[in-house]
């Protein structure tokens, strides 16, 4: 049975975690290892461990960068700590990131929040067991959270 690594943070304001584990115990059978840590910044090392000490095959990591430049800089950080571990473990890890300023008020930062936890899970779940779902979506314009916007117009 392939094993999904979930790790997500406390500073996040919605629990993106949870959001992701019930999606993707509604659409597959895989075992399913969740770790929590304080920050974005975190993760990378979260990750890493998920994959080579419990065999994950896949891993999501989620989190919120808030709205400050510091915080801006803290997720560029996170980003590249997630690719490169990504690269070192030769293993995909599902970046999650929703800054907090990209919901106009608290309510559509939660909605937000669930929104791409549940489709990056979705994600998730083409990627390990439906990969040719995820060809025939390709060029669709797909967005988590808010709307897709479609393919370009000819
Ligand atoms: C400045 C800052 N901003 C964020 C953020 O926007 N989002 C987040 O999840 N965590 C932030 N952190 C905390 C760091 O990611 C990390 O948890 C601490 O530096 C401890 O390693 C820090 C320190």
Known sequence: MPVIGIVDTTFARFNMGKAAVDEIQKHASAKIIRRTVPGIKD???A???LIEEEKCDIVMALGMPG???KDRMCAHEASTGIIRAQLMTNTHIIEV?????EGKDEKELAFLMEQ???EH???VVKMLFKPEQLIKEAGTGQRQGFRDVGPARV
Do not use: G, M, W
């Open 43 to 45: 993760l990378p090392v």
């Open 47 to 49: 990750a890493k461990k």
């Open 67 to 69: 709205s400050k430049d």
């Open 97 to 101: 990131f929703v800054h907090e300023d």
């Open 116 to 118: 791409r936890s549940r």
């Open 121 to 123: 899970a979705l994600n």
